[in-house]
């Protein structure tokens, strides 16, 4: 079985951070029992080449928005004409001897990808964590990933930990 190297980062918020999107862009949260659909092929497109992460079923999903972290304002979608074009999900750790809070999921459709607007998304979720009290985030984050890298790297985040994820391998039945 192959395996993936996941890195876990860690940046301080210290300052409100200064972000924009184009007028057409819309920012809501996610509202269950009317997103799912929608985020799911936003998700699927922003990460075809995820070995994981792209083929999140809708079960998976639920569980989730089912678990007691979940809280639909920690949910960020950007919307182009109704259609979910990115997102940022943080997570509150509050099960933790000393809660943090997480960048859990972050993401653009292929269109918008390289275009610059990945800091403006990673600014508003940073935001979103100073916003709820945190003077600091975390994010995991697939070590072979260098756009990724390159632009957590610009916000602060700093290589904390590295853990070996095995991959489970796709069975195609014809």
């Given at each position: 079985?192959?395996?993936?190297?996941?890195?876990?980062?860690?940046?301080?918020?210290?300052?409100?951070?200064?972000?924009?999107?184009?007028?057409?862009?819309?920012?809501?949260?996610?509202?269950?029992?009317?997103?799912?659909?929608?985020?799911?092929?936003?998700?699927?497109?922003?990460?075809?080449?995820?070995?994981?992460?792209?083929?999140?079923?809708?079960?998976?999903?639920?569980?989730?928005?089912?678990?007691?972290?979940?809280?639909?304002?920690?949910?960020?979608?950007?919307?182009?004409?109704?259609?979910?074009?990115?997102?940022?999900?943080?997570?509150?750790?509050?099960?933790?001897?000393?809660?943090?809070a997480e960048i859990f999921i972050i993401g653009?459709?292929?269109?918008?990808?390289?275009?610059?607007?990945?800091?403006?998304?990673?600014?508003?979720?940073?935001?979103?964590?100073?916003?709820?009290?945190?003077?600091?985030?975390?994010?995991?984050?697939?070590?072979?990933?260098?756009?990724?890298?390159?632009?957590?790297?610009?916000?602060?985040?700093?290589?904390?930990?590295?853990?070996?994820?095995?991959?489970?391998?796709?069975?195609?039945?014809?």
């Amino acid at each position: 079985m192959d395996s993936r190297e996941i890195w876990l980062m860690r940046t301080e918020l210290n300052s409100q951070l200064t972000y924009s999107f184009p007028d057409s862009f819309e920012i809501s949260n996610f509202q269950v029992g009317k997103d799912e659909t929608g985020w799911l092929t936003a998700n699927a497109s922003a990460f075809a080449e995820h070995p994981e992460q792209g083929d999140m079923s809708l079960e998976q999903l639920h569980e989730n928005l089912n678990s007691f972290w979940f809280d639909p304002k920690d949910f960020l979608l950007i919307r182009e004409s109704n259609k979910i074009i990115g997102f940022v999900w943080v997570k509150i750790h509050i099960e933790r001897p000393v809660p943090d809070a997480e960048i859990f999921i972050i993401g653009l459709i292929k269109e918008f990808q390289g275009k610059g607007l990945g800091g403006s998304l990673l600014s508003m979720g940073l935001n979103h964590i100073r916003k709820k009290g945190f003077n600091e985030a975390i994010i995991y984050v697939d070590a072979p990933n260098k756009p990724a890298l390159t632009t957590y790297q610009k916000f602060g985040f700093k290589h904390i930990s590295t853990q070996h994820v095995s991959i489970k391998k796709k069975l195609h039945h014809e």
